[in-house]
Nanobody, 118 residues
């Protein structure tokens, strides 16, 4: 059983930067993918970035070149560095861990609000 807690959201001006953190409590002993998703008002939750256990990253075109996902295994923490933020990046951001084994387990954090506005 894992627990995920996001932090680092807030209000930032267009063009600014924020770094989100996701603390993971619990032990990961299987193949996994960690990721960030967001949900804008009136929209479905969408992928922002993923990182595999082997370190492979994936981004949609909407954030590619502006956002960077990383993790610190020693601290059990995942990060999302967001640069050149745009008003359309305003959303609640969620961290996610999917564990793959004989069964798939899907864990979510509670979300953190990011607002990009002047």
């Amino acid at each position: 059983q894992l627990q995920l807690v996001e932090s680092g959201g807030g209000l930032v001006q267009p063009g600014g930067s924020l770094r989100l953190s996701c603390g993971v409590s619990g032990r990961i002993v299987s193949t996994y993918v960690m990721g960030w998703y967001r949900q804008r008002i009136g929209k479905q939750r969408e992928l922002v970035a993923t990182i595999s256990g082997g370190g492979r990253t994936n981004y949609p075109d909407s954030v590619k070149g502006r956002f960077t996902i990383s993790r610190d295994n020693a601290k059990n923490t995942m990060y999302l560095q967001m640069n050149s933020l745009k008003p359309e990046d305003t959303a609640v951001y969620y961290c996610n861990v999917v564990l793959y084994g004989s069964r798939t387990h899907d864990y979510w954090g509670q979300g953190t609000q990011v607002t990009v506005s002047s």
